[in-house]
DNA sequence: CTAGTAATCAACTAATCTATTGAATAGTTA
DNA sequence: TAACTATTCAATAGATTAGTTGATTACTAG
């Protein structure tokens, strides 16, 4: 049974792919919409280079796309699959492996209080004017996609963009998936100010994903 | 950001997991209920000591539990959520990479006339009667758990079942899983004799996971 | 045509992973 | 207790992988 031992190994080129911290990295990333390699290197914090190969490992294992324009070559996720699959290991690892439970007790504080808001009730929410919703993500990001009606505060302009704000409204805050700090950032120092503010469950991804409304923009801050 | 760096290494210890094709096959196996180190084995053909050192690697990542009763010592998948990231894998590595559709293709045969029946579409037809569901795993596996009222085959007994068969009866085989050859065989080998056969969606892991009733007996062939 | 930029390629070292071997451990049976 | 079985452990050689460096390619702009 030779075809047996073939196949095994075929989805284990899958596998080879998510077995590297730094190409996870970029996957999330990528999640987002179309990146550049030298996006992606910066925001990893690999040279351009060593992105670049790891790009290429994906590209192998048929997980992203790439198309060039002009100088610079665009990746992309390669389908919803793979979206899915992300979602799906980052499950397994929260439930079993003990150290993310760890990490993510100790770095994202106070868990009970920043209970996420899911992504249907938001919308209703939003809708009705209850709720402002935040996207804390780079402005570059934001304006490659949004969720509908999202004002864009990049975290360096909290601070400011709290004082002239409403304190009697309600903020929920999202970033870029169920696992970014920035929207738990922005959760800690919009409570200290005594504003009420929760996170959107997940992120930017999986709202689209999910097939709910987005925007694309270029307003800014 | 240091957070972020330990989380996705985390992440990976996940994917790392995956990125074996024995450990997938082994997991794979293990999908279907509790196994021995010996059994897991001899159907992985591996050696006993390299089957341990890669059920260790799985318990590692939290995938999988062992617990000992005498001398053996029994693995089983950790929770359902495995066998979701497994299907998940499967999804990406049968969309995106081109060899498995290419492996899948040339050895599962004439593919179009091989479509799958839906899990629920066959409940509803062998309750009704009007189908036999037959389960070609050995008689061990469908000892451990099968599908509600499916009759056990062994891939070896085959053409003697085939011989005391009314022709008119209509078959439904399953065994392991999407690419477990099994089924295949049988379906092919059923036609060969005129019998109206077709294989099950998935298999009898996926089965059991979508909630759907199932029998645990002694009674083989 | 030249200079400059984004990405890839090629070569290399260090680190990690795989499978094998033989020994050690834990539990059973006589 | 001794012999036996199932599993694990420890050490090892060979293969694979990750990241660095410097050169090369493809394209743009002057």
């Known amino acids: 049974m030779d ?6 190994a075929q989805f284990a080129r899958v596998g080879k792919a998510l077995s590297n911290g730094n190409r996870l990295e970029l996957l999330e990333f990528l999640a987002q919409g179309e990146r550049s390699v030298e996006q992606l290197s910066t925001v990893a914090g690999l040279t351009v280079a060593n992105t670049s190969q790891h790009l290429q490992q994906l590209r192998h294992a048929g ?22 699959l992300l979602n ?36 209703e929410r939003a809708r009705a004017g209850l709720v402002t919703v935040l996207d804390v993500r780079p402005a570059e990001e934001y304006a490659s996609g949004h969720v509908i009606g999202a004002v864009n505060v990049p975290l360096k ?3 400011k963009w709290i004082k002239k704000l409403d304190k009697n409204q309600e903020i929920v805050a999202y970033c870029r998936g169920p696992h970014c700090v920035l929207a738990f950032d922005a959760v800690a ?27 694309v923009s270029q307003s800014g801050t």
Do not use: C
């Open 3 to 8: 075809f047996k031992h073939d196949l095994f």
């Open 63 to 84: 997980m992203v796309t790439s198309r060039k324009e002009g100088l610079k070559v665009y990746y992309s996720i390669s389908g919803d699959d793979i979206i899915t």
């Open 88 to 123: 799906a290991l980052r499950a397994v690892a929260e439930r079993h492996v003990t150290d993310v439970q760890h990490l993510v007790n100790t770095y994202l504080t106070v868990k009970d209080s920043l209970e996420p808001i899911p992504r249907a009730e938001l919308l």
């Open 157 to 159: 302009n909290l601070e």
């Open 189 to 215: 120092r919009l409570r200290e100010k005594g504003i009420k503010a929760r996170r959107m469950q997940d992120g930017y991804p999986e709202w689209k994903t999910a097939g709910l409304p987005v925007e």
